[in-house]
């Protein structure tokens, strides 16, 4: 399963629980994501760090 989300607008935490709950093997990110800090510490959740 490949998960697409767009247009966060720095909104994650609806994407953690959906990542957490399916556990597809990508996540793809579309459109405004306006992340407050860089994307590996915003997607840490569902990047296993």
């Known amino acids: 399963m490949i998960l697409f989300c767009g247009n966060l607008h720095g909104q994650?935490?609806?994407?953690f629980?959906?990542?957490?709950?399916?556990?597809?093997a990508?996540?793809?990110l579309?459109?405004?994501l306006q992340a407050?800090?860089?994307l590996h510490i915003e997607l840490a959740p569902i990047l296993g760090i």
Do not use: C, K
């Open 12 to 15: 994650f935490s609806h994407i």
């Open 17 to 24: 629980e959906v990542a957490q709950n399916y556990r597809p």
């Open 26 to 28: 990508a996540v793809i």
């Open 30 to 32: 579309l459109g405004d």
């Open 36 to 38: 407050r800090r860089p």
